[in-house]
């Protein structure tokens, strides 16, 4: 038999890819349009797949601000994997946040402030990522901002307001 010897005390502050809070929101169903599992991650920024408005993929360094689609949000239908791993399949259904409030995936060392800007990262490790930060000017700029600092790892929230078309 065995015990808890361990207790925290405090309740990690927010989960990749899930809502901020109950305020208004509007989710739409996308395909996993990425050929490998796990590449697509829960509080990504994903843009326009081959199919626009069926399915959706990680942004590349060809992504256009017209094709960001939103925020990829985590839902109750995931399972883990045997080894306690959760890999997006390719072609399963994700929900996509098109306007609202959710906790991001960040680009590690950022330091967002609430009211800063919000940039999607279109290149390398980091595609899919966000960041407050785009002082090489590739970033793509997303209308949305930080709406406060880190939460519990490389998350923060953010609001994204409807997109230009």
């Known amino acids: ?13 927010g989960v990749a890819g899930g809502l901020y ?3 208004p929101y509007s989710i739409d169903s996308r395909i996993n349009g990425e050929a490998d599992p796990g590449v697509m991650k829960f509080g990504m920024g994903v843009v326009q797949g081959v199919n626009p408005g069926v399915e959706v993929l990680v942004p590349t360094d060809a992504s256009v601000g017209s094709q960001f689609e939103g925020l990829l949000l985590t ?11 959760l890999k997006l399949q390719p072609q399963q259904i994700v929900g996509v946040l098109r306007w ?18 919000l940039y999607l990262i279109i ?3 980091d595609a899919g990522l966000f ?12 209308n949305g901002r930080f709406i406060g600092g880190l939460g519990t790892g490389d998350i923060a929230p953010v609001k994204i307001y409807n997109q230009k078309p």
């Open 75 to 85: 839902g109750h239908i995931q399972m883990q994997n045997m080894k306690g791993e």
């Open 131 to 142: 960041t407050n930060d785009d002082a090489k000017g590739d970033n793509l700029e997303i």
């Open 123 to 125: 290149d390398g490790d």
């Open 21 to 23: 809070d109950l305020s």
């Open 100 to 117: 609202g409030k959710a906790w991001a995936r960040v680009e590690n060392g950022i330091t967002p402030v609430y009211g800063e800007s």
């Open 1 to 13: 038999m065995s015990a808890q010897t361990n207790y925290s005390y405090h309740t990690p502050i």
